[in-house]
């Protein structure tokens, strides 16, 4: 019975007292357990807490860091690529343009020759096309010297003159010079 006598009797001093945080006869035991507690705490971070914050921010950084060096060596293609690609490109083009001269000359040599011979033909078919055309124009210029001698013959018949052959023939060639 005695330890509910002095539980009462501390329960009793403890209420006169205050709050037992403010009685500055606990206060050294107090700071005790709090810097038990702070020690433990800083040693849990440190020890514990504070190398894994740091192997993740350090493995973070590494990450991001071989991402970015990744992404610039990518960059860096890309503009390889693209440059490699414009070169092909103007190459290309370069090469449609030779090919294209190369075609349109083969093609003038060919058109060339082709009018050539188109020109050959049509100065040969004029040739042989005047040449008929001198001789129907002779055989017409004969024919017409004959029809008109014959017409001459036969008008001075019909009128009662006399036929003179030589007469005619000189008028006839007269009439047809202009």
């Known amino acids: 019975m005695a330890s509910t006598e002095t539980v009462a009797?501390?329960?009793?001093?403890?209420?006169e007292k205050g709050m037992p945080q403010l009685n500055f006869a606990t206060w050294p035991n107090q700071i005790f357990?709090?810097?038990?507690?702070l020690v433990l705490l800083w040693l849990v971070l440190t020890q514990i807490a504070m190398p894994r914050i740091g192997g993740v921010l350090a493995m973070r950084k590494g990450t991001i860091g071989g991402d970015l060096a990744a992404a610039?060596?990518?960059?860096?293609?890309?503009?390889?690529?693209?440059?490699?690609?414009?070169?092909?490109?103007?190459?290309?083009?370069?090469?449609?343009?030779?090919?294209?001269?190369?075609?349109?000359?083969?093609?003038?040599?060919?058109?060339?020759?082709a009018t050539a011979r188109a020109d050959a033909e049509i100065a040969a078919k004029t040739a042989e096309s005047e040449k008929r055309i001198a001789e129907i124009r002779a055989g017409a210029a004969a024919a017409v010297s004959e029809v008109a001698r014959d017409t001459a013959a036969a008008l001075i018949g019909a009128l009662g003159g006399h036929d003179d052959a030589?007469?005619?023939?000189?008028?006839?060639?007269?009439?047809?010079?202009g």
Request: charged residues 35%; glycine residues 2%.
């Open 9 to 15: 009797a501390a329960a009793g001093e403890a209420a």
């Open 33 to 37: 357990w709090v810097l038990v507690a």
């Open 72 to 113: 610039e060596e990518l960059k860096a293609k890309a503009k390889a690529a693209e440059a490699a690609y414009n070169k092909a490109l103007e190459d290309a083009r370069a090469e449609a343009a030779k090919i294209i001269a190369a075609t349109k000359a083969e093609i003038q040599k060919d058109l060339d020759a």
């Open 166 to 177: 030589k007469a005619i023939e000189a008028a006839v060639s007269a009439r047809l010079k």
